[in-house]
């Protein structure tokens, strides 16, 4: 693994870091690991291309069909060592059954 400067975000190319591991890069209100860290599952339902069909059932092995949900994730992992300065406009299509370690969610809480 190896660490990078991204803006106000360190990064350590190569795994999934704790969320409190760059607490000097937290936003003005504190909140830490807001890109970068894992892939971000949204509740967005999208309909995958024929390209992405192909992608999950032939390359790499996972059998999906018409019926599957799929749901667009955004962000970027530091899993991958391409890190991009773009990476908050990265985005993917996952079907629901698919797992992966470096895909999650964020929990959020209305300010008010």
Same mark, same amino acid.
């Given at each position: 693994?190896?660490?990078?400067?991204?803006?106000?975000?360190?990064? /350590?190319?190569?795994?999934?870091? &704790? /969320?409190?591991?760059? #607490?000097?890069g937290?936003?003005? =209100?504190? /909140? @830490?690991?807001? #890109?970068?860290n #894992?892939?971000?599952?949204?509740?967005?339902?999208?309909?995958?291309? &024929?390209?992405? =069909?192909?992608?999950?059932?032939?390359?790499?092995? =996972?059998? #999906?069909?018409?019926?599957?949900?799929w749901?667009?994730?955004?962000? @970027?992992?530091?899993?991958?060592?391409?890190?991009?300065?773009?990476?908050?406009?990265?985005?993917? @299509?996952?079907?629901?059954?698919?797992?992966? &370690?470096? @895909?999650?969610f964020?929990? /959020?809480?209305?300010?008010?």
């Open positions: 693994m190896r660490r990078i400067r991204r803006g106000r975000m360190w990064a /350590v190319v190569g795994g999934v870091q &704790p /969320v409190t591991a760059f #607490v000097q937290a936003s003005p =209100f504190g /909140v @830490l690991q807001m #890109v970068g #894992v892939w971000e599952m949204t509740e967005e339902q999208r309909s995958p291309s &024929p390209d992405t =069909f192909e992608n999950y059932n032939k390359k790499l092995g =996972f059998p #999906v069909t018409a019926a599957d949900r749901y667009a994730t955004r962000g @970027l992992s530091f899993a991958y060592p391409q890190l991009q300065d773009s990476a908050i406009y990265d985005e993917a @299509l996952n079907p629901i059954r698919w797992k992966s &370690p470096d @895909l999650g964020r929990c /959020v809480k209305d300010a008010q």
